[in-house]
Protein backbone atom coordinates (compact mmCIF):
# COMPACT_ATOMS: atom_id res chain seq x y z
CA UNK A 1 0.00 0.00 0.00
CA UNK A 2 1.60 3.47 -0.83
CA UNK A 3 2.11 5.52 2.27
CA UNK A 4 0.62 8.92 2.85
CA UNK A 5 2.72 12.07 3.41
CA UNK A 6 1.30 15.21 5.22
CA UNK A 7 0.49 18.17 2.58
CA UNK A 8 2.04 21.07 2.65
CA UNK A 9 0.11 24.16 4.58
CA UNK A 10 -0.53 26.07 1.32
CA UNK A 11 -2.16 23.00 -0.39
CA UNK A 12 -4.27 21.73 2.84
CA UNK A 13 -5.88 25.05 2.80
CA UNK A 14 -6.27 25.01 -1.57
CA UNK A 15 -8.03 21.30 -0.73
CA UNK A 16 -9.91 22.56 2.07
CA UNK A 17 -11.39 25.90 0.00
CA UNK A 18 -12.32 23.55 -2.90
CA UNK A 19 -14.29 21.42 -0.72
CA UNK A 20 -16.02 24.39 1.25
CA UNK A 21 -17.27 26.06 -2.52
CA UNK A 22 -18.32 22.41 -3.89
CA UNK A 23 -16.73 23.74 -7.12
CA UNK A 24 -13.96 25.73 -8.57
CA UNK A 25 -13.67 27.76 -12.00
CA UNK A 26 -9.97 27.67 -13.36
CA UNK A 27 -9.74 31.38 -12.58
CA UNK A 28 -10.44 31.43 -9.05
CA UNK A 29 -8.68 28.21 -8.94
CA UNK A 30 -5.25 30.28 -10.77
CA UNK A 31 -6.13 32.98 -8.05
CA UNK A 32 -6.14 30.95 -4.80
CA UNK A 33 -3.12 29.01 -6.12
CA UNK A 34 -1.18 32.63 -6.55
CA UNK A 35 -2.84 33.21 -3.18
CA UNK A 36 -1.32 30.22 -1.57
CA UNK A 37 1.80 29.25 -3.48
CA UNK A 38 4.31 30.69 -0.98
CA UNK A 39 2.54 27.88 1.33
CA UNK A 40 3.63 25.37 -0.74
CA UNK A 41 7.08 24.67 0.08
CA UNK A 42 8.32 24.89 -3.16
CA UNK A 43 6.38 21.68 -4.47
CA UNK A 44 4.47 22.78 -7.11
CA UNK A 45 4.76 25.59 -9.83
CA UNK A 46 1.09 25.85 -11.19
CA UNK A 47 -2.67 24.20 -10.24
CA UNK A 48 -1.90 21.13 -12.55
CA UNK A 49 0.99 20.53 -10.80
CA UNK A 50 -0.89 20.95 -7.35
CA UNK A 51 -3.85 19.44 -7.69
CA UNK A 52 -1.87 16.28 -8.98
CA UNK A 53 0.41 16.23 -6.02
CA UNK A 54 -2.75 16.91 -3.66
CA UNK A 55 -4.65 13.73 -5.57
CA UNK A 56 -1.54 11.05 -4.93
CA UNK A 57 -2.20 11.97 -0.62
CA UNK A 58 -6.14 12.06 -1.16
CA UNK A 59 -6.64 9.06 -3.29
CA UNK A 60 -4.59 6.58 -1.36
CA UNK A 61 -6.30 8.28 1.82
CA UNK A 62 -9.70 8.71 1.56
CA UNK A 63 -10.77 6.95 -2.36
CA UNK A 64 -11.72 10.66 -2.88
CA UNK A 65 -9.28 13.13 -5.72
CA UNK A 66 -9.82 16.75 -7.58
CA UNK A 67 -11.43 16.69 -11.03
CA UNK A 68 -11.77 19.12 -13.86
CA UNK A 69 -14.86 18.91 -16.04
CA UNK A 70 -14.63 21.61 -19.04
CA UNK A 71 -18.55 22.45 -20.19
CA UNK A 72 -20.32 26.00 -21.11
CA UNK A 73 -23.11 26.72 -18.46
CA UNK A 74 -25.56 29.33 -20.24
CA UNK A 75 -26.67 29.57 -23.47
CA UNK A 76 -24.19 30.77 -25.79
CA UNK A 77 -21.72 30.74 -23.28
CA UNK A 78 -17.77 29.58 -23.90
CA UNK A 79 -17.01 25.98 -22.07
CA UNK A 80 -14.73 26.64 -18.67
CA UNK A 81 -13.15 24.15 -16.71
CA UNK A 82 -14.78 23.80 -13.20
CA UNK A 83 -12.81 21.97 -10.50
CA UNK A 84 -14.53 20.03 -7.77
CA UNK A 85 -13.70 17.10 -5.32
CA UNK A 86 -14.82 13.60 -6.13
CA UNK A 87 -15.34 9.62 -4.73
CA UNK A 88 -13.40 7.48 -6.77
CA UNK A 89 -16.15 4.77 -6.19
CA UNK A 90 -18.69 5.67 -8.71
CA UNK A 91 -20.99 2.94 -6.42
CA UNK A 92 -20.77 4.83 -3.72
CA UNK A 93 -21.45 8.65 -5.57
CA UNK A 94 -24.77 9.20 -5.11
CA UNK A 95 -25.26 7.70 -2.30
CA UNK A 96 -22.57 9.71 -0.09
CA UNK A 97 -23.69 12.42 -2.39
CA UNK A 98 -27.65 12.38 -1.21
CA UNK A 99 -28.09 9.93 1.17
CA UNK A 100 -27.15 11.27 4.45
CA UNK A 101 -28.44 15.11 3.12
CA UNK A 102 -32.55 14.01 2.15
CA UNK A 103 -34.92 12.31 3.10
CA UNK A 104 -36.46 9.31 0.98
CA UNK A 105 -39.20 11.71 -0.36
CA UNK A 106 -36.86 14.06 -1.55
CA UNK A 107 -34.42 11.84 -2.79
CA UNK A 108 -37.53 10.61 -4.73
CA UNK A 109 -38.23 14.24 -5.84
CA UNK A 110 -34.81 14.75 -6.73
CA UNK A 111 -34.25 11.61 -9.57
CA UNK A 112 -37.58 13.30 -10.62
CA UNK A 113 -35.48 16.98 -10.95
CA UNK A 114 -32.83 15.32 -12.45
CA UNK A 115 -34.97 13.74 -15.45
CA UNK A 116 -36.36 16.54 -16.47
CA UNK A 117 -33.39 18.76 -16.91
CA UNK A 118 -32.00 15.70 -18.81
CA UNK A 119 -34.79 15.79 -21.16
CA UNK A 120 -35.40 19.70 -21.21
CA UNK A 121 -31.07 20.69 -20.53
CA UNK A 122 -32.85 23.79 -18.80
CA UNK A 123 -36.23 24.55 -16.73
CA UNK A 124 -37.30 27.18 -14.70
CA UNK A 125 -37.47 26.82 -11.17
CA UNK A 126 -41.39 26.38 -11.82
CA UNK A 127 -41.28 23.74 -13.70
CA UNK A 128 -38.55 21.49 -11.55
CA UNK A 129 -41.20 22.14 -8.50
CA UNK A 130 -43.89 21.23 -10.11
CA UNK A 131 -41.81 17.78 -10.24
CA UNK A 132 -43.34 16.75 -6.77
CA UNK A 133 -46.52 15.94 -8.76
CA UNK A 134 -45.13 12.93 -10.51
CA UNK A 135 -44.60 11.88 -7.40
CA UNK A 136 -45.73 8.33 -7.04
CA UNK A 137 -47.12 6.57 -3.73
CA UNK A 138 -45.64 6.40 -0.81
CA UNK A 139 -44.12 9.39 -1.78
CA UNK A 140 -44.78 12.87 -1.02
CA UNK A 141 -43.48 16.28 -1.26
CA UNK A 142 -45.29 19.28 0.03
CA UNK A 143 -45.03 23.05 -2.38
CA UNK A 144 -42.72 24.40 0.15
CA UNK A 145 -41.02 21.06 0.47
CA UNK A 146 -39.95 20.77 -2.96
CA UNK A 147 -39.17 24.74 -3.77
CA UNK A 148 -36.94 23.57 -0.36
CA UNK A 149 -35.13 21.24 -2.09
CA UNK A 150 -34.25 23.27 -5.10
CA UNK A 151 -32.94 25.85 -3.42
CA UNK A 152 -30.68 23.15 -1.32
CA UNK A 153 -29.69 21.70 -4.90
CA UNK A 154 -28.72 25.14 -5.98
CA UNK A 155 -26.77 26.42 -2.98
CA UNK A 156 -24.67 23.06 -3.25
CA UNK A 157 -23.69 23.26 -6.42
CA UNK A 158 -25.77 20.29 -7.66
CA UNK A 159 -27.94 22.69 -9.99
CA UNK A 160 -27.13 26.08 -11.52
CA UNK A 161 -29.27 29.15 -12.72
CA UNK A 162 -27.95 30.33 -16.00
CA UNK A 163 -29.34 33.99 -15.56
CA UNK A 164 -27.08 36.71 -15.70
CA UNK A 165 -28.40 37.91 -12.70
CA UNK A 166 -27.93 35.40 -9.76
CA UNK A 167 -30.03 36.91 -7.57
CA UNK A 168 -33.22 35.88 -10.40
CA UNK A 169 -32.28 31.94 -8.49
CA UNK A 170 -34.55 32.53 -6.52
CA UNK A 171 -37.29 33.36 -8.98
CA UNK A 172 -39.51 30.78 -10.69
CA UNK A 173 -38.93 32.67 -13.88
CA UNK A 174 -35.05 31.92 -14.04
CA UNK A 175 -33.73 28.88 -16.18
CA UNK A 176 -31.81 26.09 -14.08
CA UNK A 177 -29.73 23.19 -15.90
CA UNK A 178 -27.14 20.33 -14.16
CA UNK A 179 -24.39 22.05 -13.24
CA UNK A 180 -20.53 20.87 -13.37
CA UNK A 181 -20.34 19.55 -9.78
CA UNK A 182 -23.50 16.83 -11.16
CA UNK A 183 -22.18 16.24 -14.45
CA UNK A 184 -18.27 15.18 -12.49
CA UNK A 185 -20.06 12.94 -9.32
CA UNK A 186 -23.16 12.17 -10.73
CA UNK A 187 -22.24 11.16 -14.59
CA UNK A 188 -23.50 7.67 -13.93
CA UNK A 189 -26.48 8.49 -12.33
CA UNK A 190 -27.35 11.13 -15.56
CA UNK A 191 -26.43 8.40 -17.95
CA UNK A 192 -28.64 5.66 -16.04
CA UNK A 193 -31.52 8.41 -16.19
CA UNK A 194 -31.07 9.19 -19.93
CA UNK A 195 -28.00 11.44 -20.68
CA UNK A 196 -26.46 10.04 -23.94
CA UNK A 197 -23.16 9.03 -22.71
CA UNK A 198 -21.65 10.81 -25.73
CA UNK A 199 -22.76 14.01 -25.33
CA UNK A 200 -21.22 14.37 -21.58
CA UNK A 201 -18.91 17.23 -20.93
CA UNK A 202 -14.96 16.40 -21.26
CA UNK A 203 -13.49 15.18 -18.11
CA UNK A 204 -9.65 15.38 -16.72
CA UNK A 205 -7.75 14.18 -13.79
CA UNK A 206 -5.34 15.43 -12.07
CA UNK A 207 -2.39 12.27 -11.69
CA UNK A 208 0.75 12.09 -11.06
Known amino acids: MASVHRLPYGQQLMLQRLMASHVMTETKAKA ?8 ME ?31 VGAHKKPKKYHTVINQNADDVSKDAFGFHYN ?4 AFIKLVMQQLVESRGSQKKDLVNCRGELKEPYSLTLAGAEH ?7 DKWLVATDADTNRRRSMQGTIQIAPRSF ?9 IGYPREELPQFFFHRV
Open 184 to 192: VELSHMLVD
Open 32 to 39: LYEELKDD
Open 42 to 72: GTCSNVEECFSQINAQLSTAFGLEIATVRMA
Open 149 to 155: CVETLLE
Open 104 to 107: KHEL
